[in-house]
């Protein structure tokens, strides 16, 4: 599996984006997929997470404002980011997951100016 993050940029705060990630192979509607930021100086956190059975979960710090999606036709996981702040500014990884399988994408920069 590979994956292909996109969709990142500047954006002032209060504003929106939307963040795709790409899969190829087969096996995309089982895998769990994530999305997860790193900061500078800081480590990677979870941002929020789909299942294969569309069960997710968000960061406490981006609920209500991220929504994560899945579009199995097209092997897509999304991130729509809206009410973005200023701490929301990092590089933004797609993870996809199953059993042993733990690929990681190339990541996307977010940047929220204030």
């Known amino acids: 599996v590979q994956l292909q993050a996109s969709g990142g940029g500047l954006v002032q705060a209060g504003g929106s984006l939307k963040l795709s990630c790409a899969a190829s192979?087969?096996?995309?509607?089982?895998?769990?997929m994530a999305w997860y930021r790193q900061a500078p100086g800081k480590q990677r956190e979870l941002v929020a997470r789909?299942?294969?059975?569309?069960?997710?979960n968000y960061a406490d710090s981006v609920k209500g404002r991220f929504t994560i999606s899945r579009d199995n036709a097209k092997n897509t996981v999304y991130l729509q980011m809206n009410s973005l702040k200023p701490e929301d500014t990092a590089v933004y990884y797609c993870?996809?997951?199953?059993?042993?399988?733990?690929?990681w994408g190339q990541g996307t920069q977010v940047t929220v100016s204030s």
């Open positions: 993870n996809a997951g199953l059993r042993s399988l733990d690929e």
């Open positions: 192979g087969t096996i995309f509607r089982l895998l769990n």
């Open positions: 789909i299942t294969s059975g569309y069960r997710s």
